[in-house]
C-alpha cells in the first residue's frame, strides 16, 4: 500500500510540474514580460511573479524542454513500475510455490525447481526422497497443533542444513516433505539420512519421534517428478512404524509390480471389450429330492490360449478400476441368452442366481436396466435369482430396501450370498425383504470339527424356516456335510459334492445324469446316522420339539437375540430351559431360575394377570397373550417388561410347551413416569408461580411492576426507551417485545397477545418468562394502558428444548441423525441464494472387522472417538451427523471445495489410530467424498448421491484417502465390493 501511495505521489507531481510548464508556454505568446511565468488576481489586484529575472526563453526552448521533462518523466514511472512489478511479482511466486508455514517449497515450486535442475545437470545422479513423521496426529493430539508446527519447523530447518548446493526440500501436505538429493551414492545417501533424523529425533528425547524414508533414485530425467515422489512414497509406506529400519528403497520389483498392474488392467479392459468373460453354471440340488433346481451363474474369463481363470483373480482389479457393473451387466445379458436358448431348445428353464456386487444399489436404472434385457429377449423375470452379498448392509439401507422392493416388483427373486462370512446379524433376517439366505462356504467347511459351527448353522436355518426364507448351502463337498444340512432342513445345496462349475452345454447333459443318482444319493444319506435325528423335519412340531431336544443348539439361537426367552413347560409349572437375556434382564442366575417357583419374583398385583395367562394357553382358548408386567430383581429393583406367551407345542415328554418372551422396558416406563411426574410439576409450580402484573401508561410512557409475592413495586419511566439499556430482558427478545408494544399501542382498539422471552425478574439469571398483555381503551378506541402479567416457564420451557434436541440427536454420537440433517439440509438448498455449499460423506474403512475382532463395544468406542475428530476439526458453523452404522456426514455451508478438501485432510490424518479400554491400539482408515453444491439445483438426495459415489470411488481406489465428485470422473467408474466364486 506504501509504494501504491508513493507511485501516485510521484505521478501526481510530475503532472503537475508538466502542466505548469505549459501554462508557461502559453504566457510567452501573450504576455509582454517574458520573465514573468504567471499572473494571478488577489483582492482585485493583478499580482505578477517574476521567478526567472534573468532568464529568456524562446518558445522553440518552452517545446524543447517540455519534451525532454515528458520523456524523463515517462522513464522514472516506467522505472517505478518496473520495481513494483518485481515486488508483486515476488510476492505472488511466494504464495504459488512456497509452503507459509516452513518457507519451504510446496509441491508446484518443488516440481518447477527440481525440473529446472535436473534439465541443467541431466548427467548427474539424483534422488528423490520422500519422509513424513510417525504418528504425527497422535503427536498433534498429545502435544498441541502450536508444537506439531514448531516439530514441522525443525524438520525444515534440519532440510536446509543438511542440503547441499544442488538439494532442495518442500513441504507437500502436513507432515508430508521431499528432498531432491544430488551426486550421492546410495550408501552415502542413506548414512547422511540417519544423521538427518537422528538430529531431528534426539533434539526431542521424550517425544519418542520416528522418521520413515523411502528413495527412489531418477533414473530417466524425462519422467514426471510427481511419478518419483509416488514411488518413494510407495516404498515409505512398506516401513510404516518399522523402528528397526526406517528407510526403504524403491527397486526394480515395485516398478515390475507397477508394470504388471498396468498391463493386467489394460488385459482385462481389453477382455471386456472382447467379451471374453462368460458364465459358467454351479447346479443346485434339492436335499429333499436330490433334483436339479436351478443354477448359480459364476463369471469365467476364457482367455486366448484355453485356460479359464476364476472371479478371485480378476474381480478384485475389475472393482479397484471400477469396471465391475459393466462386467455384472454383461454376465447378465449372456444368461438371459442362455435361458432363452434352453426355451427355444424345448428345455425346462431352470432358476438361475446371478451375484451383482453393491455398486448396483447406487444406479438408479439398475432394475429398469435388468427388466429391459428380460423383455428384450422374453425372459420371465420370475426365473432369475438377483443376490447380493452382506456388505450391502453398511451402505444406506433406505436404498438397499427400495431396490429390492423394486426387484420383487418386477418379478425378480432377491437372495443374500455368503450369509455367515463375518457380517451376519439377526437384523439383516428381520428387517430385509430377502427371498433365500445362502451360507457361506467358508463357514461349512468346518463343521466336521466344530460342534459350535454345526449348532449355529442348525440355528440359522431355523431361523430362516420360521421367517419363511428358502436356504441355500454353498460349498458341500463330502457326503458328512450333505447328510448334516439335509438333517438340519436346508432346502438346496452347491458344490463339489454335487458339481463343478460348467459351461452352458454341459448343463443339459448333468441334469438327465443327476437324476438318475438323485435316488440313490438320498439312499446314502438314510444310511448316515447323525446324532439320531430324524431327518423328516418339515413338520412344524418336530422343528420345534428338536430345538428344545438339542440345549446347545437352543443357546446358539436364543442368545443371539436381545429378549429374554424361556420354555416353560406347562403342565409342570416350571422353567424348561431359558436364554441369557433372560437371566439378565431378571437380574438372577440360571440355576435361581431353573429352581424357583415364578410367582417368587413376580410383582403381587401383576401375578393374577399372568395366572390367566397361564390358564387360558394351558387349556387351549387361546395360543398366544401380550401383557405388560413387573418383576423383582433379587435387590428389590422393579424390571418393568413387555411380556408375550405363545404356545410351544410339545416335548418329547409329551410336556406341552410355552415360551415366554420378555421385553425390558424399564428404562422407556421410567422416562415415561418421569415425564408424567414433571408435567404435574408444572401444574402445582403454575399455583404457586411468582407471578408479576404489570401496567404501561402509554401517556407518560411508565411502566408499573409489582411482585405479587413480595408485594414490591417498581416504576420505570420512559419505559420504551428503557428497555433497550435495561439489562432486565434478553438483549434479543427485547425487540420483539418493543414491536408487540406498540403495535398495541398503534392499533385502533388494541392488540392483545402473548410473548415468551428470557428476563431477569425473578432472580439474578435469565430465565424463560410468559408474557401475557390486553389493552386499556378509551371511548375512541385509543390504548391508555396496556396490562398484563409475566410468570415464569422456565423448566417447561428448557425441558422442550433438550427434547426437541434430544430428537434430533444420535443416541451414541451425540451428532445429528439422519433424519435432522435430511430436513437442514434440505431447508438449505431450498433457498435461492449464490453461496456455495459442500457435502461430504465418510465411510471408515473395514471397520466390520473390528466388530468381528474385538466385539461392537470396542466398536462404539471407536465410532465415538472419529465423532469427537470430526466435530473438534469442523466448524460451529458445519452439520455433522452420524447417518449410518459407520458412515458420516458433514454438511459445509458457505465452504468451498478448498475448505472441504483441508478438513478431508486433517479428518484422514486424524483418525488413524484409536486406543480402546481393554483392547489397545486399533487402526482406522476413512474413505472421504466430496460434493460441491455451487448454485445449483440439487435435492438433498442427489447432492449425497454424488459424495458416496465420490467416497466409495475412493474406497475402492486405496482407501485413507478423499475424492472430489465430478461428472467426468463419476461418470467413467462404477464402485463396489463383491465376493465372488
Known sequence: MYKRRLVYGITRGVLSILCVLIYMMSLTTVDPYPYTIFTYLYNSTILSVNLLPTLSLSLSDYHNLIIVFIFATAALILFVAVIINMDMRKRVEKLLYFDTLTGLYNRAGFEKKARKILNVASARRFFVVDFDINKFEHFNSVRGYDEGDKLLIECARAITLYKDNYEIGARLEADHFVILAENL????????????????????????????????????????????IDRALVAKRTLKGNRDNNIAIYDESFHQQEIETTKSTARLIDAINKREFIPYYQPKVSFITGEVTGYEALVRWVQKDGSVLGANAFVPLCEKIGVIGTLDLMIFEQVCDDILNQIFSGGVPKTVSINFSRVALLDNQFVSKLTNICKERGIDTGNIEIEFTETIFFGDKEMMENAISKLHYAGFTVAIDDFGSGYSSLNMLKDSNFDVVKLDKEFLSVTSASAKSKAIIRSVIALAKDLGLRTVAEGIETQEQFGFLRECG?????????????????????????????????????????????????????????????????????????????????????????NDATCRILGRSAEELLNSQWRSFVYADDIPLIANSYENLKSGQIERAEYNARFYKPNGQIVYAEVTDMSFGYSDDGDKLLLLAINDITEKTLQEQEQRDMRERYKAIEKAIDEVIFDLDVASDTMTFLKRRDNKEIVIKDYLQYIRKSTYMYPEDVDEWKAKLQMCIDTIGGVSGRYECRNKYFGDEYIWCKCVYSPVCDSRGQVKHIIGKIESIHEEKEFLLNLKQEVNLD????????????????????????????????????????????????????????????????????IVARVGGDEFLIFMPNSSEEDAKLLAQAIIKRAGKFAV?????????????????????????????????????????????????????????????????
Not at 529425533?201 to 524425462?222: H, K
Not at 482406522?924 to 466430496?930: C, E
Not at 453444491?933 to 454424488?946: K, Q
Request: aromatic residues 8%; hydrophobic residues 35%; glycine residues 6%.
Open 185 to 228: 551414492s546410495m550408501s552415502n545417501l542413506v548414512d547422511n539420512l540417519k544423521v538427518f533424523s537422528d538430529a531431528i529425533c534426539n533434539a526431542r528425547p521424550l517425544e519418542a519421534l520416528l522418521l520413515t524414508f523411502g528413495i527412489c533414485e531418477i533414473n530417466n530425467p524425462n519422467l514426471s517428478l510427481a511419478l518419483y
Open 917 to 981: 479400554k481393554g483392547i489397545g491400539i486399533v487402526t482406522v482408515g476413512v474413505s472421504i467424498g466430496i460434493a460441491s453444491h455451487n448454485r445449483e439445483s440439487l435435492t438433498y438426495e442427489t447432492l449425497v448421491s454424488r459424495a458416496d459415489s465420490a467416497m466409495y470411488f475412493a474406497k475402492n481406489h486405496g482407501k485413507n484417502r478423499c475424492k472430489v465428485y465430478t461428472r467426468e470422473n463419476m461418470s467413467k467408474h462404477v464402485f463396489g465390493t463383491d465376493r465372488r466364486t
Open 490 to 578: 436346508c432346502d438346496d445345496g452347491q458344490g463339489y459334492y454335487f458339481a463343478k462349475p460348467m459351461t452352458k452345454e454341459d448343463t443339459g447333459k448333468y441334469t438327465q445324469e443327476m437324476a438318475v443318482k438323485a435316488q440313490q444319493r438320498l439312499v446314502d444319506v438314510e444310511k448316515l446316522s447323525i446324532n439320531d435325528v430324524d431327518i423328516n423335519l418339515q413338520k412344524d412340531m418336530r422343528i420345534r420339539s428338536s430345538i428344545i431336544k438339542d440345549k446347545e443348539r437352543f443357546k446358539t439361537v436364543f442368545n443371539l437375540v436381545s429378549l429374554g426367552l424361556s420354555i416353560w413347560s406347562i403342565e409342570l409349572n416350571n422353567v424348561y430351559e431359558l
Open 811 to 878: 443416541p451414541l454420537t451425540r451428532l445429528y441423525n439422519k433424519r435432522y440433517v435430511k430436513e437442514k439440509v434440505s431447508e438449505i438448498l431450498a433457498q435461492d441464494g449464490k453461496d456455495s455449499n459442500m457435502c461430504m460423506m465418510m465411510d471408515l474403512d473395514d471397520f466390520h472387522s473390528i466388530n468381528a475382532q474385538y466385539g461392537h463395544v470396542a466398536g462404539d468406542e471407536v465410532i465415538k472417538k472419529f465423532s469427537s475428530i470430526m466435530v473438534s476439526l469442523s466448524k460451529t458453523s458445519d
